[in-house]
């Protein structure tokens, strides 16, 4: 999904930092799993571009059999981590359904 816009890029990070300010963000594989299996109407996960290969499969596995929007970014896991104030954050989910829209609505 991603285009390599890297001014969409630096919008995404600026409501990422929106979010976890708000801590409207899910990580670490059961988070994610849980997130991808809510109820919740509109998600969407974000996937740098240094993520392990296997983690990313499984991911995009679970957002396919579910119906999940995903984003590929091209920022790494690190600038990723960095934007959220985190640290060793590699994929992420959004569960404030407004910053959601916003994020989507750039790849329209």
């Known amino acids: ?9 630096q919008k995404i990070l600026s409501y990422m930092g929106f ?4 801590k ?27 993520v392990g290969s296997r983690v990313k499969l499984d991911v995009i596995k679970h957002c396919q059999i579910f119906d999940v929007p995903y984003i590929e970014l091209y920022c790494s896991k690190s600038t990723l981590a960095k934007a959220l104030g ?6 992420i989910g959004i569960t404030d359904e407004n910053i ?4 989507l609505k750039m790849f329209q």
């Open 86 to 91: 985190k640290q060793n954050i590699s994929v």
């Open 24 to 50: 409207k963000i899910v990580y670490g594989k059961q988070g994610l799993r849980n997130y991808i299996r809510s109820f919740q109407k509109k998600k969407l996960i974000l996937i740098p571009k240094d």
């Open 100 to 103: 959601v829209e916003g994020i």
């Open 1 to 9: 999904m991603g285009n390599g816009n890297s001014l969409n890029e």
């Open 19 to 22: 979010a976890a300010k708000a």
